[in-house]
């Protein structure tokens, strides 16, 4: 085993979080619906989809973040710490960077 300087171990197989990868593709979905106008606002997305505006919120976050972030979930190479419960739980920035940054990703 290799492990990084996070300690996480770096010959270990990526793995896809499948409840992470869902709400990107709903944040995106949700996203371009707002953008559209095909939904006015983000109370008739949240009837919509029978969630609460707080939930909706959060994860239309996940469509701000840097494509270099949602292509390593997608492939399952995010940080093992990194799931759907601790991204909704963070406050998010907008800068790229920064999530990098926060979310443990190396920084470019």
């Known amino acids: 085993m290799i492990v990084g300087p996070d300690g996480q171990d770096l010959t270990a197989r990526p793995r896809v979080d499948e409840a992470l990868v869902k709400a990107l593709a709903r944040a995106h979905r949700w996203c371009r619906r707002l953008a559209s106008g095909q939904v006015a606002?983000?109370?008739?997305?949240?009837t919509e989809a029978g969630r609460t505006k707080a939930y909706i919120r959060q994860i239309l976050r996940l469509a701000f973040l840097a494509p270099d972030l949602v292509d390593?979930?997608?492939?399952?190479?995010?940080?093992?710490?990194?799931?759907?419960?601790?991204?909704?739980?963070t406050d998010i920035p907008l800068a790229w960077?920064?999530?990098?940054?926060?979310?443990?990703?190396?920084?470019?």
């Open 41 to 46: 606002s983000v109370s008739d997305l949240a």
């Open 72 to 89: 390593a979930i997608l492939r399952g190479e995010q940080p093992r710490r990194l799931t759907l419960a601790t991204m909704l739980e």
């Open 97 to 108: 960077n920064e999530q990098r940054r926060l979310l443990g990703f190396p920084s470019r």
